[in-house]
Protein backbone atom coordinates (compact mmCIF):
# COMPACT_ATOMS: atom_id res chain seq x y z
CA UNK A 1 0.00 0.00 0.00
CA UNK A 2 1.43 3.90 -0.70
CA UNK A 3 1.57 5.58 1.83
CA UNK A 4 2.76 9.60 1.39
CA UNK A 5 4.27 12.14 3.79
CA UNK A 6 4.08 15.92 2.56
CA UNK A 7 6.41 18.26 4.11
CA UNK A 8 7.28 22.03 3.54
CA UNK A 9 4.75 24.29 4.96
CA UNK A 10 4.79 26.87 7.20
CA UNK A 11 3.77 30.43 7.38
CA UNK A 12 5.07 32.94 4.67
CA UNK A 13 4.11 36.42 3.83
CA UNK A 14 2.04 37.49 0.72
CA UNK A 15 3.91 37.56 -2.36
CA UNK A 16 6.33 34.67 -0.76
CA UNK A 17 7.54 31.30 -1.92
CA UNK A 18 7.47 27.45 0.08
CA UNK A 19 7.99 24.08 -1.90
CA UNK A 20 5.97 21.62 -0.89
CA UNK A 21 7.38 18.06 -0.83
CA UNK A 22 5.29 15.12 -1.21
CA UNK A 23 7.64 12.00 -0.72
CA UNK A 24 6.05 7.97 -1.23
CA UNK A 25 7.02 4.62 -0.11
CA UNK A 26 6.64 1.54 -2.38
CA UNK A 27 8.57 0.40 -5.78
CA UNK A 28 5.58 1.78 -7.95
CA UNK A 29 5.86 5.76 -7.79
CA UNK A 30 6.79 5.87 -11.36
CA UNK A 31 3.74 4.17 -12.42
CA UNK A 32 0.84 6.57 -11.22
CA UNK A 33 0.01 10.19 -11.13
CA UNK A 34 -0.28 12.45 -7.96
CA UNK A 35 -2.08 15.32 -7.43
CA UNK A 36 -1.94 18.53 -4.78
CA UNK A 37 -5.27 19.40 -3.02
CA UNK A 38 -5.86 21.85 -0.41
CA UNK A 39 -8.86 22.73 2.25
CA UNK A 40 -8.81 25.92 3.74
CA UNK A 41 -10.55 25.94 6.90
CA UNK A 42 -15.13 26.10 6.61
CA UNK A 43 -14.48 25.41 2.68
CA UNK A 44 -14.44 21.93 0.50
CA UNK A 45 -11.43 20.01 -0.79
CA UNK A 46 -10.31 21.22 -3.76
CA UNK A 47 -7.91 20.51 -6.22
CA UNK A 48 -4.42 22.06 -7.20
CA UNK A 49 -2.30 20.51 -9.74
CA UNK A 50 -1.75 17.22 -10.71
CA UNK A 51 1.16 15.55 -12.57
CA UNK A 52 1.11 12.13 -14.86
CA UNK A 53 3.53 9.44 -13.99
CA UNK A 54 6.20 10.35 -16.55
CA UNK A 55 6.32 13.95 -15.07
CA UNK A 56 5.43 14.55 -19.13
CA UNK A 57 1.51 16.23 -18.65
CA UNK A 58 1.02 18.69 -15.89
CA UNK A 59 -2.44 20.15 -15.01
CA UNK A 60 -3.02 23.20 -12.62
CA UNK A 61 -6.18 24.82 -11.21
CA UNK A 62 -6.83 28.38 -12.84
CA UNK A 63 -6.51 30.07 -9.66
CA UNK A 64 -2.90 28.81 -9.43
CA UNK A 65 -1.85 28.78 -13.26
CA UNK A 66 1.53 30.54 -13.53
CA UNK A 67 2.12 31.21 -9.65
CA UNK A 68 2.91 27.43 -8.94
CA UNK A 69 4.53 24.47 -10.27
CA UNK A 70 4.09 20.81 -9.91
CA UNK A 71 7.33 18.76 -10.80
CA UNK A 72 7.85 14.76 -9.74
CA UNK A 73 11.67 13.18 -9.30
CA UNK A 74 10.86 9.52 -9.76
CA UNK A 75 14.19 8.26 -8.73
CA UNK A 76 13.23 10.27 -5.25
CA UNK A 77 9.74 8.66 -5.16
CA UNK A 78 8.73 12.24 -4.62
CA UNK A 79 6.51 14.94 -5.41
CA UNK A 80 6.88 18.99 -5.43
CA UNK A 81 5.01 22.19 -5.56
CA UNK A 82 6.87 25.35 -5.95
CA UNK A 83 4.42 28.18 -5.02
CA UNK A 84 5.21 31.62 -5.79
CA UNK A 85 3.81 35.07 -5.13
CA UNK A 86 1.66 33.38 -2.77
CA UNK A 87 -1.36 35.06 -1.69
CA UNK A 88 -3.44 35.02 2.03
CA UNK A 89 -6.25 32.95 -0.35
CA UNK A 90 -3.36 30.11 -0.76
CA UNK A 91 -3.66 29.51 3.32
CA UNK A 92 -4.72 26.02 4.12
CA UNK A 93 -4.09 22.66 4.60
CA UNK A 94 -2.21 21.20 1.14
CA UNK A 95 -2.53 17.35 0.86
CA UNK A 96 -0.92 15.33 -1.94
CA UNK A 97 -2.69 11.89 -3.14
CA UNK A 98 -2.09 8.97 -5.59
CA UNK A 99 -4.56 8.92 -8.89
CA UNK A 100 -6.33 5.87 -8.90
CA UNK A 101 -6.29 5.98 -12.99
CA UNK A 102 -4.46 6.44 -15.82
CA UNK A 103 -5.57 10.48 -16.59
CA UNK A 104 -5.09 13.54 -14.80
CA UNK A 105 -7.89 14.42 -12.55
CA UNK A 106 -9.16 17.16 -10.05
CA UNK A 107 -11.57 14.99 -8.95
CA UNK A 108 -10.39 13.88 -5.25
CA UNK A 109 -12.67 10.40 -5.76
CA UNK A 110 -10.41 9.51 -8.62
CA UNK A 111 -7.66 9.68 -5.76
CA UNK A 112 -7.18 7.08 -3.00
CA UNK A 113 -3.95 7.23 -0.80
CA UNK A 114 -3.73 10.49 0.84
CA UNK A 115 -0.94 11.89 2.58
CA UNK A 116 -1.90 13.59 5.95
CA UNK A 117 -1.31 17.10 5.37
CA UNK A 118 1.28 20.09 5.56
CA UNK A 119 0.00 23.23 6.78
CA UNK A 120 0.67 26.06 4.27
CA UNK A 121 -0.44 30.18 6.01
CA UNK A 122 -0.16 33.25 4.12
CA UNK A 123 -0.19 36.63 5.81
CA UNK A 124 -0.94 39.97 4.08
Known amino acids: QVQLVESGGGLVQAGGSLRLSCAAS????????VGWFRQAPGKEREFVAA????????YYADSVEGRFTISRDNVKSTVYLQMNSLKPEDTAVYYC?????????????????WGQGTQVTVSS
Open 97 to 113: AKDNGLGLSSESAKYDS
Open 26 to 33: GRTFSTYS
Open 51 to 58: ISWSGGRT
